[in-house]
């Protein structure tokens, strides 16, 4: 976060030449702000900031937050999905506090590249920002919402799930259609189903749960 404040400002001659000092955070004021999504999180202890001879104040208090996010998993596992993170101050209206990113969508989207170092199942891939005035109870009150989208790495599902159903579908047609006796088939189709019934277990362990519609693969 960065404001400027003009009554905290000094000459740094006067004062050995220092143009820059650190303080706790509840000696000056600071815009209190809130993330709309946010089930629970974690706060940092840096309650400090950095006040420079000009009244520029700078606080930087890493979060690690937990948020709410509808999925939309009718691709799964080829979906990518989009969550929002949106940060107001509803304490202050419009004409007292202005809200606005410093940097560029492009620009955050780098730093946000290198800080996600996991190579795990989401595959981080667009980040834009969006500014707007919301109106309520009677106030207009300033935000910024970040818009996340996240794709789903399909491999581990294709190898352990479709694969695996469509070679059982494979070997279903060639042995109903094939030379076998009437007594092979069924013993063959009794095989299958135990093994369509072990992938249909696997599937609803699998699949997220959080979605109105549900996916393609889990409805054939």
């Known amino acids: 976060q960065e404001w400027k404040n003009t009554l905290a400002t000094w000459d740094p001659q006067d004062f050995c030449n220092i143009s820059k000092i650190i303080l706790p955070t509840d000696t000056y004021w600071s815009p209190p702000i809130f993330i709309l999504e946010r089930v629970n999180g974690q706060k940092s202890n840096l309650d400090y900031m950095a006040i420079t001879h000009n009244g520029s104040f700078n606080s930087t208090q890493p979060f690690q937050v937990t948020l709410t996010c509808s999925l939309m998993i009718l691709k799964f596992p080829f979906d990518t999905q989009t969550c929002n993170l949106s940060i107001a101050s509803f304490l202050y209206p419009v004409t007292d506090l202005v809200m606005k990113t410093r940097r560029t969508p492009a620009e955050m989207m780098k730093d946000s590249q290198s800080y996600f170092l996991t190579d795990g199942e989401w595959k981080f891939t667009n980040l834009s920002i969006i500014e707007y005035i ?5 106030g207009e009150f300033s935000l910024v919402t970040f818009v996340i989208s996240m794709e789903r790495r399909p491999t581990l599902y294709i190898l352990n799930l479709i694969l695996p159903t469509c070679a059982l579908y494979l070997l279903d047609m060639a042995v109903l259609f094939g030379p076998s006796s009437f007594e092979e088939k ?3 189709q ?3 189903i135990l093994g369509s019934s072990m992938l249909a277990v696997i599937l609803n362990n699998i699949l997220p749960t959080s979605s109105n519609k549900p996916p393609v693969i889990g409805t054939h």
């Open 190 to 192: 009794i095989a299958i």
């Open 186 to 188: 069924i013993n063959f």
């Open 134 to 138: 919301e109106e309520l109870d009677n």
